[in-house]
């Protein structure tokens, strides 16, 4: 709280002013919750490097310049995002603790695998961040150049194309399964924790497949021709891949699938903060860095309310269950 003192002869206007200035600096303080004088832990739940990182790194840098206040960003990797997002649940309810992870963790693993968590009850949402693209690609151990291609090779050759994704009970994961079950084809499957590592081992041809949220980076290598791009899971193609189609028009609606990537906090947390931390994050997703950002990753910004999120959130949760069921997917260690 600010303090201001009246000399003996301050005039009318003067004191005025000073009585101005100091209620202003009482409403700021007041406005400041206990919480936003911490600092804040902002968990990613996927390593560092891929496109989840990079986003959520921004998002803190620009939420601690808005806020003036430490946003360190933790990256706890593993089973998918479940890790990360199990680290948020068992957090303090308190405010200075959030998650940046997809929908996947707390919407299709636990359909998949003895869950860490209840989705629907250790964890708040907060906000949408953004959907991202799900890119089907084909690395220089492989040369298929196409999707037609690609059933082809599968089908004359059963098991013989490594496919990886950035793990068990990712949408990458899925993508696989429903292309197996509609094509009546095999593929091995080569599960990771995240992107980067994913990547790395992709462009020195350790695998054959990879499905991969869009980003800047994979985008540059589809460009510079290390990496082929043979269908997206996306609405609609993307603008700076014009030639590659959906997998929805290549005839696999099931598999044509894109994430969604959040804020979330411990279940518990008052409703007020949730409100106040959604509000900041809106606030920050418009500014042209990150908006910047997101297009040249061929993301979008995903913004809504709290309760429009968690009603996205719930509404996901069951259409993974029933796409579990009816494709058969079993998870995997």
């Known amino acids: 709280m600010s303090h201001f003192s009246l000399p003996d002869r301050a005039t009318r206007r003067q004191v005025l002013v000073w009585s101005l200035a100091s209620t202003v600096a009482l409403n700021a303080d007041a406005q400041t919750p206990t919480w936003l004088s911490k600092p804040i832990k ?15 790194r921004l998002l803190a840098d620009r939420l601690a310049q808005r806020l003036n206040t430490p946003v360190v960003v933790e990256n706890k990797a593993g089973a998918s995002g479940a ?52 890119l089907l690609l084909a690395t220089s151990a492989t040369p298929v150049i196409d999707f037609k291609g690609l ?12 496919w990886a ?8 994961h899925v993508m696989l399964e429903q292309l197996q079950a509609g ?51 996306s609405p609609t193609r993307l603008a700076s891949l014009p030639q590659v189609p959906t997998l929805a028009e290549c005839g696999f609606a099931a598999a044509n699938l894109s994430s969604q990537f959040g804020i979330f906090a411990p279940a518990g947390t008052p409703a007020a903060v ?13 500014l042209p860095a990150l908006r910047e950002r997101l297009s040249a990753a061929e993301c979008l910004p995903l913004r809504a309310s709290v309760a ?26």
Request: glycine share 10%.
């Open 42 to 56: 902002l968990i990613v739940a996927y390593p560092p490097g891929g496109v989840s990182d990079t986003v959520a």
């Open 83 to 134: 890790v990360g997002v199990n680290a948020v649940a068992k957090s303090a309810p308190d405010g200075t603790t959030l998650g940046f992870s997809a929908l996947s963790p707390l919407t299709l693993s636990p359909h998949l695998s003895k869950p860490l968590f209840d989705p629907l009850q250790d964890i708040a949402p907060v906000c949408g961040v953004m959907t991202s693209p799900v």
């Open 151 to 162: 059933l082809a090779a599968a089908k004359a050759q059963p098991g013989a194309l490594r």
């Open 165 to 172: 994704s950035s793990g068990a009970a990712s949408l990458g």
């Open 183 to 233: 094509a009546q084809i095999h593929f091995t499957h080569i599960p990771y924790k995240g992107g980067g590592q994913q990547i790395t081992d992709a462009l020195s041809a350790q695998v054959e497949l990879l499905s991969v949220n869009s980003s800047a980076a994979v985008l540059q290598h589809i460009q510079a021709g290390k990496l082929r791009a043979l269908a997206i899971g």
């Open 274 to 286: 949730l409100e106040r931390w959604n509000t900041e994050i809106q606030a920050v997703l418009k």
């Open 308 to 333: 429009e999120f968690s009603r996205s959130v719930a509404q996901e949760y069951e259409a993974m269950g029933r796409v579990v069921k009816a494709a058969r997917i079993v998870g995997e260690s």
